[in-house]
């Protein structure tokens, strides 16, 4: 698993043949098909008193250990824009550490080294098993657009058209159906 950056020069590049990345691709050499929409959360170990409280203001931030994403990320970069809407960067947060994965930021907030970000579909089973929680937002509301992405021009081999026919009539049950898209912008 890598960053929507890094996914996305693996398919431009021919390493891979579809990617699933997260937020506005403007590349002219691929195609970029709108996939599903989901929430950026914050996470929290399970006992934490901001899952219990009042929603949090995102300048709360500031106040407590935060788990950052590494450069690239999709889920940084909708931090990044949300914090300069209240003139702030992620130089102003006390970041704990930067992790390149969100198996990693999980396990680094389960473990209660500070809270994190999260979209909310990668975070499910932890919920269920209440191995993390989520704090509310009092200010912001934060959705990632993720998109399935492949080489214009570039024919895809058979399994990856069948991958892409599963995918798209997958997300409707997996995400709920009501964000899902079916259409390529090719």
Request: aromatic residues 6%; hydrophobic residues 45%.
């Amino acid at each position: 698993m890598a960053n929507s950056k890094t996914v996305l020069e693996y398919v431009a590049d021919g390493t891979v043949d579809i990617g699933i990345v997260s937020d506005p691709v403007y590349r002219k050499d691929l195609v970029v098909e709108p996939y599903f929409k989901d929430e950026v959360v914050l996470i929290t170990p399970p006992h934490h008193r901001w899952s219990q409280g009042p929603p949090i203001p995102l300048s709360a931030l500031q106040t407590e250990p935060f788990i950052l994403r590494e450069p690239g990320s999709g889920t940084r970069a909708i931090l990044e824009a949300q914090l300069q809407t209240i003139g702030l960067t992620v130089d102003n947060l006390q970041v704990a550490m930067v992790l390149g994965g969100l198996e990693a930021v999980k396990a680094a907030v389960m473990d209660g080294l500070g809270v994190s970000l999260a979209p909310s579909i990668g975070i499910r089973r932890e919920l269920e098993t209440k191995r993390l929680a989520v704090a509310r937002w009092a200010d912001v509301e934060m959705v990632r657009d993720f998109n399935l992405v492949y080489a214009k021009g570039r024919p895809l081999p058979a399994r990856m058209k069948a991958f892409l026919k599963c995918a798209r009539e997958a997300v409707a049950g997996w995400i709920g159906g009501s964000e899902a898209a079916s259409e390529g912008n090719g």
